[in-house]
């Protein structure tokens, strides 16, 4: 019996890494790595993590338990895997945002992806990309948004296209038919 406890640990900790938590995969490193060079500034990295279907569900549960609203745990339930990186800026060399957003399109093409919305101004970079492959549109979603202090890169998957139907019905949007 005391074998088993003094193994426990290692053992909660394989299932962590072996589920998707900790660790981003090699692709996102590889993709972070890629955009940091492109923006041509210097960073520290505060934080890369991963939170795989393990993760989400526990956050799920607590989620549940927590709120009032099923809309969050909803939206929680259609997410399978989060990848994300914060880095801090530590010296901005002064890449015009215009030049800098047209590198990292064709970066983040030539990785499989394309941008639905990307928006731009002195301080402020912000572009969503989903998966150019069909069989992963709203599938796939990675985020970039720059400002004057950190660049933060996210990597959602799941089923997206319920997710922003989720979204769109909680905040009551109203289109109107051309």
């Known amino acids: 019996m005391k074998s088993l406890i003094k193994i426990s640990p290692l053992f ?9 938590c900790i660790n981003v995969n ?26 795989g279907p393990f993760m989400i569900n ?14 969050i745990d909803d939206i929680m339930r259609q997410v399978s895997n989060v990848q994300v990186g914060v880095y801090t800026l530590t010296r901005n060399r002064g890449k015009e945002k ?9 970066e983040m093409e030539a990785r499989g992806w ?18 150019k492959n069909p069989d992963m549109f709203f599938r ?12 933060v890169l996210l990597e959602v998957e799941g089923k997206l296209d319920r997710l922003i139907e989720l979204a769109i019905k909680d905040k009551k949007f109203k289109f109107k038919d051309m």
Do not use: C
């Open 12 to 20: 909660i900790a394989v299932l962590f890494i072996s589920s998707g």
């Open 26 to 51: 090699r692709n996102f490193k590889q993709t972070s790595s890629e955009l940091i060079h492109e923006f041509g500034n210097d960073y520290h990295r505060e934080v890369e993590l991963s939170a």
């Open 58 to 71: 526990i956050a799920s549960w607590v989620v549940n338990f927590s709120q009032d609203d099923e809309m």
């Open 98 to 106: 215009a030049s800098i957003m047209e590198k990292i399109n064709n």
């Open 114 to 131: 394309q941008y639905i919305v990307r928006t731009y101004d002195n301080d402020e970079l912000t572009a969503v990309f989903v998966s």
């Open 140 to 151: 796939k979603m990675f985020i970039i948004t720059h400002d004057s202090e950190q660049l």
